[in-house]
């Protein structure tokens, strides 16, 4: 205190007790704003998983789609044997996905232009 006499109890406490309630206003205004961003990043992961779980969904909808036709194509060779569907890699790159369907669909087309000469009976 400036007035030369010591500060008395209750003033010591008032101010120790105001210092503790502006750092827990503080603290309570971070976690606020902490709790703010973190809903809007788990916004923006929820709608990613959204879009990742659709492209998913077409993309295995896609590929058995063409299993099928495929199977159906070669349904009139008994040369050949048909596995099963085949389970999906674990090890695939998800990364890659844009790359692997491009595949599936090159390999379908020309599995399916195979099947088409030869049954007009043009071969190779």
Request: aromatic share 8%; hydrophobic share 40%.
């Amino acid at each position: 205190m400036s007035s030369g006499y010591p500060e008395s109890p209750a003033a010591a406490y008032r101010r120790i007790a105001s210092g503790v309630d502006d750092a827990v206003g503080a603290v309570r205004r971070q976690d606020e704003l902490r709790a703010t961003r973190l809903e809007q990043a788990l916004a923006r992961i929820d709608e990613r998983m959204r879009r990742v779980g659709e492209r998913a969904a077409l993309t295995r909808f896609s590929v058995e789609l063409h299993w099928e036709s495929a199977l159906e194509a070669l349904w009139a060779e008994p040369w050949m044997t048909v596995r099963p569907f085949p389970r999906p890699d674990p090890e695939a790159d998800p990364a890659q996905l844009d790359r692997y369907e491009r595949e599936v669909d090159r390999t379908y087309t020309e599995l399916m232009d195979l099947v088409a000469r030869r049954r007009f009976g043009f071969r190779r």
